[in-house]
């Protein structure tokens, strides 16, 4: 399945980046344009995120054939692919499967492992939201304070809230997404294979998402691997130290 794709640049070397769960290529924009004075940038809308279509499954393998088939429609040749959390997994078998259309993989902040299943309470009172009568976001966001303590991850989530003369509803396949948390907070087991190309993993300094006891598992998949931390930064890496994160990545793109 071919994904909705936002471009940035005119020229340079081509840069495909992919946003995590309940994200959306948009949560790449202010970085992609920073790249994009030297690269020709691609942010994609994963399925059954942002503008893609909604469909029944959502697994990494199936995942990753969409990204093949994105990237190939595009025409650029092989891609420096950059991911982050459910996408860095995603890119992850994308250059595993596909190494094809892959020249350089960046992961942010996530590993080929296993997690304990996240968002599992967003994704719930998410679907449990009362959008009938609703008028303003703030409506909705009173609705999920319960589960969701940070207001900065509030936000995140009403990004997914389309409001408009129609009425409110969710952009993402909710019911789909809330299904597959397992799958999305696993590891496709039966990978083989390796990625010979270069690969950075980038992580926060103040999350635990790629650990000292995961570089085996990702040296057994990625054998060029290297390491990067960014102090100051939790999860969203990039959202949280934009500056740092593009300091550390610019001297590994072509």
Do not use: C
């Not at 009568?133 to 989530?157: C, I, K, M, W, Y």
């Amino acid at each position: 399945m071919k994904l909705p794709v936002t471009a940035y640049g005119e020229s340079g070397s081509p840069v495909v980046v992919m946003h995590g769960l309940f994200g959306s290529g948009r949560n790449w924009m202010t970085a992609a344009r920073r790249l994009a004075s030297a690269h020709r940038v691609y942010a994609l809308d994963l399925r059954n995120h942002g503008t893609s279509p909604h469909v029944d499954t959502m697994s990494y393998p199936e995942m990753a054939a969409d990204v093949q088939e994105t990237i190939a429609d595009l025409g650029t040749g092989p891609v420096a692919l950059i991911g982050h959390s459910m996408g860095g997994k995603t890119a992850m078998v994308t250059a595993l499967q596909y190494p094809e259309v892959v020249e350089r993989l960046i992961v942010v902040d996530a590993a080929p492992v296993t997690y304990p299943p996240a968002f599992v309470e967003y994704a719930k009172a998410m679907r449990s939201a009362d959008l009938s009568n609703v008028h303003r976001r703030a409506d909705v966001e009173a609705q999920l304070v319960d589960a969701v303590d940070s207001p900065g991850t509030r936000a995140f989530l009403l990004q997914n809230l389309i409001l408009d003369t129609e009425g409110a509803r969710w952009r993402p396949n909710l019911p789909v997404i809330e299904a597959a948390l397992p799958q999305i907070s696993g590891w496709p087991e039966d990978l083989t294979g390796s990625f010979d190309g270069p690969t950075l993993f980038v992580y926060g300094g103040k999350s635990d998402y790629v650990q000292q006891d995961h570089r085996a598992t990702i040296a057994a998949y990625f054998p060029t691997a290297q390491y990067a931390e960014i102090p100051e930064a939790g999860h969203w890496v990039h959202a949280e130290r934009l500056d740092d994160f593009l300091t550390t990545i610019t001297p590994f793109l072509p």
